[in-house]
């Protein structure tokens, strides 16, 4: 039955008060009553760093799409990072990024502004916002399991223990949201239930994360305010450099397969000269530190199969890196959750009209096989990238060969050609799909094109 605010539904349980949860719980809240969040973190008011997100220390990328979900539900987020210190860096002209041998054609055609800030300050500014609505709750504690309906093909709730109690207690839901990030129970919990094993889907690449923050030089000592270094096969070796709040860089070091950079200040720097490119390292070298080095290990692409599930229950959706997990430094994951959580809205203002009280019967289902679908093209880009390294092991689909080789010279051509740049950037960002990249303009200027070798070093 429809209520007075026009909400169809009564209550929604988010497991996890990360970016996905908060996401979800933003999602949720224009069609239930109630949204309670439950995190096992004491959620910080400030912009603190916390256990539940291992890798906030490091470079994070919240890619368009992902930005333009958030700012549709929060139009006042992005003034709000600019007042905490965020810089919005135009990628089209000011990033300097070196890959398979030259930097990409920086110019004035098109724009794709992107923000840079720290992790706990982009959450906190997002939670913040979530907290403000009035239907959204936050509890701290403990999620110990789903509580079900007696023949468990319905998830009514989950088991909960608030923290520092002693004693479990149900929480009732007419939906549940799993966004409780990569560590996820929920598989144990299925199994509980009945269900078999979920279809799993992984990509090992050992990934190592080093990364400090800096002083910033000051303003306008390079022509350039942001700087990628990936290289490209063979090389394993990566360099980020990103301008952030404080009047600080933040300056992350990765390597890929085991080849990790060293948390200690003479192997960190050390590392940095084994880069394709000396550039990086000279922009570094001379900073003024202020901070350690911190250090981070991310060992696979994982990807839970949750859609080919034939008896997935009802009320349970999954969502953010619980349901799939990519290498990061291709950036996508809390653009990926925002995505799942703008599915998850659509589907539910479906269900919704269909005057309901709670989500009907096939609903979790449907809505797991339509956000699988939205995650095939960011988990095709990113595991073929990977799969340049013969000693990443997994099933190679049909054709695998071509698209690496084809990506790879619109790299190189994206090096003269402004116009090359700016569209993978569109596609990057999933503003635009990855078939952008195929149409006869852009297979025309790839194929015929000479890519400038060596390409200019920045300035």
Not at 411 to 418: F, G, I, L, N, S
Request: charged share 20%; aromatic share 8%; proline share 7%.
């Amino acid at each position: 039955m429809s209520t007075s605010n026009g909400r169809r539904f009564g209550h929604a349980v988010i497991i996890g008060g990360s970016m996905a949860g908060l996401s979800a719980a933003r999602a949720a809240s224009d069609h239930f009553e109630r949204v309670t969040i439950v995190e096992r973190d004491a959620l910080p008011t400030d912009a603190a760093h916390r256990k539940g997100v291992p890798q906030g220390h490091h470079l994070h990328g919240l890619l368009k799409r992902g930005a333009n979900i958030l700012t549709e539900w929060f139009p006042d987020l992005m003034s709000g990072l600019a007042a905490a210190g965020a810089q919005q860096v135009n990628l089209v002209s000011e990033l300097m990024w070196y890959q398979f041998g030259g930097w990409k054609a920086r110019s004035n055609v098109g724009r794709m502004d992107a923000i840079s800030v720290t992790r706990p300050t982009l959450e906190r500014e997002v939670r913040q916002r979530v907290r403000a609505v009035p239907n959204v709750q936050v509890l701290e504690g403990n999620v110990a399991g789903l509580a079900a309906s007696p023949d468990k093909s319905t998830v009514q709730g989950v088991i909960f223990r608030r923290a520092g109690g002693s004693a479990d207690e149900t929480l009732a839901a007419d939906l549940v949201v799993d966004a409780s990030g990569r560590g996820t129970r929920l598989p144990a919990w299925l199994e509980a239930l009945g269900r078999g094993k979920i279809k799993e889907s992984s990509f090992q690449v050992d990934v190592g994360y080093a990364t400090r923050l800096y002083k910033a030089p000051p303003e306008g000592r390079y022509p350039w305010r942001l700087m990628f270094v990936t290289g490209g096969y063979p090389d394993k070796r990566m360099g980020f450099l990103s301008p952030i709040e404080g009047g600080r860089w933040m300056c992350t070091l990765v390597g890929t397969l085991g080849e990790h950079p060293p948390t200690d200040e003479a192997g960190y720097l050390e590392f940095a000269k084994g880069l394709p490119v000396p550039d990086w390292y000279q922009a570094v070298k001379e900073l003024e530190p202020v901070t350690d080095v911190a250090g981070y290990k991310f060992p696979s692409h994982l990807r839970r199969h949750y859609e080919a599930m034939a008896d997935f229950p009802d009320g349970l959706a999954v969502l953010g890196d619980a349901h799939c997990s990519f290498n990061p430094i291709f950036g996508q994951g809390m653009a990926i959750a925002a995505v799942g959580a703008k599915v998850l809205s659509d589907h539910l203002a479906v269900a919704g009209a269909a005057g309901a009280g709670a989500p009907p019967r096939g609903f979790s289902r449907r809505y797991q096989q339509a956000l699988a679908r939205e995650s095939n093209a960011p988990w095709t880009v990113s595991t073929t990238e990977d799969m340049r390294f013969p000693e990443v092991q997994g099933t190679r689909p049909f054709g695998t060969g071509f698209v690496l080789w084809y990506t790879k010279r619109l790299q190189e051509v994206a090096t003269v050609d402004p116009g090359i740049a700016y569209a993978f950037y569109q596609v990057a960002n999933m503003v635009a799909p990855a078939s952008e990249l195929m149409k006869p303009s852009v297979l025309f200027k790839v194929l015929k094109g000479r890519p400038n070798s060596p390409a200019a070093r920045p300035g």
